[in-house]
């Protein structure tokens, strides 16, 4: 398996540009993640999947970002208009219930897109 | 939610001695704490976990400990090597949903 896919892997954009940030999921997972990772704050979760359906979007920042799964294969993560403080590096997961159990672990990180919004 | 703290920021140790990452968590439900290591440009790859009915596990030269109690768990690293430099993030998770918390994450560099 190829692992998660992103892309792009950089992007760079003007103040009130959209971004369109892609993932791949590994296949058979059936929880997608998408984290935002910047010096000041970390490693935050902003919106999850379940299924293709979005389960918990309370870590999205502002009515600016927007997320879909259209199907298991692929998820987007939008944002418009950008702004400066935008610039991170956006990372996506994917996860599968292990052993039919009730916890969500060994999550699969994809390498990232470094977004500068300039 | 659950809050996860983490130290030390940084931590420059010589290869072949030994490093210790603490992390404290504030929610006495969390029951699942996996470290991840982010090498430079790359995703968090997960390193090895620990559920809350254990309090010790150990993979080759990694091992995690878990004390409930104190609500602290602890990862090691013994017998250092340069390719154990990157940033190293502890996390924690509730039972009640699928989100993980994570640390700030501590940046270890082995000094040949």
């Known amino acids: 398996d190829a692992g998660v896919i992103q892309s792009p892997r950089h992007e760079v954009t003007e103040m009130g540009q959209e971004v369109t940030l892609r993932c791949k999921p590994i296949?058979?997972?059936?929880?997608l993640f998408w984290y935002r990772q910047t010096m000041m704050r970390g490693l935050e979760l902003l919106i999850y999947?379940?299924?293709?359906?979005?389960?918990?979007d309370s870590g999205m920042p502002e009515d600016r970002f927007s997320a879909k799964m259209p199907n298991a294969s692929f998820s987007t993560l939008k944002i418009q208009p950008s702004e400066p403080r935008d610039s991170a590096v956006y990372f996506c997961?994917?996860?599968?219930?292990?052993?039919?159990?009730?916890?969500?672990?060994?999550?699969?990180f994809g390498s990232g897109t470094q977004l500068s919004v300039l | 939610g659950e809050n996860v703290e983490q130290h030390p920021s940084t931590l420059s140790v010589q290869e072949g001695d030994s490093a210790v990452i603490k992390c404290t968590y504030s929610?006495?439900?969390?029951?699942?704490f996996p470290w991840y290591k982010q090498e430079l440009g790359k995703g968090p790859q997960l390193i090895i976990d620990?559920?809350?009915?254990?309090g010790e596990k150990k993979d080759q030269r990694i091992a995690v400990t878990l004390n409930k109690t104190a609500k602290h768990f602890s990862l090691h690293i013994t017998e250092t090597q340069p390719e154990d430099s990157a940033v190293y993030f502890c996390?924690?998770?509730?039972?009640?949903?699928?989100?993980?918390?994570f640390g700030a994450g501590t940046t270890v560099t082995v000094r040949a």
């Open positions: 997961a994917s996860s599968a219930l292990q052993g039919g159990g009730t916890t969500n672990e060994k999550l699969f």
């Open positions: 296949s058979g997972h059936d929880y």
């Open positions: 999947f379940n299924n293709n359906v979005p389960i918990d």
């Open positions: 929610d006495s439900a969390s029951n699942y």
């Open positions: 620990i559920r809350s009915n254990v």
């Open positions: 996390a924690a998770q509730w039972p009640y949903d699928y989100k993980l918390s």
